[in-house]
């Protein structure tokens, strides 16, 4: 069993421009990946359990909780990228030992990001209401769906210092804290939906506050854990006086605008693929959305491997070291590619199980199996541009992979999508973002191999 200390010693190896052979690399990435690869998967199973729950209320409810989903992500994305352009400052301050810039720079990140958190929720209130239909939604699913997308936006802060704890935690190697607590909120999403669902008789509202209160809670105890507990990031009984500096406010820009960009576009292109899959039917909407949490089980190894190349790659960048952070990232990328392959092939062999968790609605995970087989042979290539994307992340390169992203996203995925679902329907949409996902992971792997990203000298 790979220990922390390990992990801490070989770390602080890299601090110290020590040499690291390519098995205590390796040891790295698979001790830091571990804890983030099940902090990713229990929180996959958290909407898992989320989904089959509803799946049992009615079709109508399902719908609804799918119609809004994309529109959660898209302000869950806007969080999660004024957290990193933060904490990739951070690593590489840490990497450089530089440990009270690193404080100071999570002492700004607390002050923005909770402030641009709170506006987000403000404004998702303010459209709550309109939301469903803009979204293609008939009359029958917009109230529950209203209900759902407005209780997400009112913990939206708690949501932001979730993530951004769980992001500087992660930076300074720390990824145990993150994982427990991720498996935390997973186990009392679970106990309050069951209570507020099957209990009270709250339908979709008791889903939706089920996983609010979680949220709280979980947000609570890694703030805690990194304001108070952490040896490097820590801001009780310190020297420094705190003093706003710009430049970090700036840079982090530089670093999250594109993200953010990104965010707001990819979103947008997921909100029009639900868009194109409305008018399929509430059948096709729920087959969709559990199809799509049925799937994020397989590629969430891949965002936890990519936790562990950020860091690893974000340290290698702060010390300086420019064949340790190319060594890094390749062997990062080859990994998620294997693993995220084992996964597909597990995902087409038992597509049909995993849909019928969720519904016992047999049109509804037949069809959401069908789609799924068909996904399944894209995830080695999803896994190269998840982990390479890490990777670039890391580094503080972010535009490039951005416009990537964005071109791959909306010029193949929904231009095949839109002209696919007419004549194939969900499986057209799917086949579609097969397709996509191919094509994206060669260019990024093409980004990797150039090696332009790594800015060091």
Not at 231 to 249: A, H, K, P
Not at 346 to 364: C, F, K, N, Q, R
Not at 438 to 446: A, D, E, K, M, V
Request: net charge positive; with cysteine; hydrophobic share 55%.
């Amino acid at each position: 069993m790979l220990k922390v200390g390990n992990s801490d010693f070989l770390l602080e190896k890299i601090r110290q421009g020590e040499t690291l052979t390519r098995g205590e690399m390796f040891r790295l990435i698979v001790s830091l990946s571990i804890p983030s690869i099940l902090a990713q998967i229990t929180s996959v199973v958290m909407f898992f359990i989320d989904q089959a729950m509803v799946g049992r209320i009615s079709v109508e409810a399902a719908a609804a909780c799918g119609l809004v989903e994309t529109s959660t992500w898209l302000c869950g994305s806007l969080t999660s990228a004024a957290s990193m352009g933060f904490s990739v400052q951070v690593a590489h301050a840490i990497g450089a030992n530089d440990f009270p810039r690193a404080r100071s720079l999570f002492r700004h990140a607390l002050l923005c990001t909770l402030g641009f958190s709170a506006l987000i929720g403000v404004f998702g209130l303010v459209i709550s209401g309109r939301l469903p239909y803009w979204l293609g939604g008939g009359a029958d699913i917009a109230g529950d769906a209203t209900t759902y997308f407005a209780v997400f936006m009112m913990v939206m802060p708690f949501f932001q210092l979730s993530g951004l704890s769980g992001a500087m935690l992660k930076c300074s190697g720390n990824m145990r804290i993150p994982s427990v607590v991720s498996v935390m909120t997973c186990v009392l999403d679970v106990v309050f939906n069951y209570i507020l669902v099957f209990v009270f008789h709250l339908g979709v509202l008791g889903i939706a506050l089920g996983t609010a209160f979680a949220i709280v809670i979980g947000a609570v105890v890694q703030g805690y854990y990194a304001v108070f507990r952490s040896n490097i990031l820590s801001l009780i009984g310190r020297t420094e006086r705190f003093t706003f500096n710009i430049d970090y406010v700036w840079n982090a820009l530089k670093i999250s605008a594109p993200m953010a960009l990104q965010s707001i576009l990819m979103s947008s292109a997921q909100i029009v693929s639900t868009i194109i899959v409305a008018p399929l039917g509430n059948i096709a909407i729920a087959a969709n959305t559990f199809a799509i949490t049925a799937e994020s089980l397989c590629y969430m190894p891949g965002y936890g491997i990519g936790d562990a190349a950020t860091t690893l790659v974000g340290q290698s960048i702060g010390a300086g070291r420019r064949e340790l952070c190319r060594s890094f990232a390749r062997m990062s990328v080859f990994s998620g590619m294997v693993v995220m392959t084992l996964m597909g092939a597990i995902m087409y062999v038992s597509a049909t199980e995993l849909m019928a968790l969720m519904t016992p609605m047999a049109a509804i995970y037949n069809l959401g199996a069908s789609v799924l087989r068909i996904e399944a042979f894209a995830e080695p290539f999803f896994a190269a541009s998840i982990v390479s994307y890490c990777v670039f992340l890391g580094a503080g390169d972010t535009l490039k992979p951005a416009i990537m992203n964005l071109c791959s996203m909306w010029f193949v995925r929904l231009s095949l999508a839109a002209i696919l679902a007419r004549d194939y329907g969900l499986k057209g949409v799917w086949t579609a973002m097969a397709i996509e996902l191919t094509f994206r992971g060669t260019i990024f792997l093409w980004r990797l191999f150039s090696e332009k990203w790594i800015k060091i000298k």
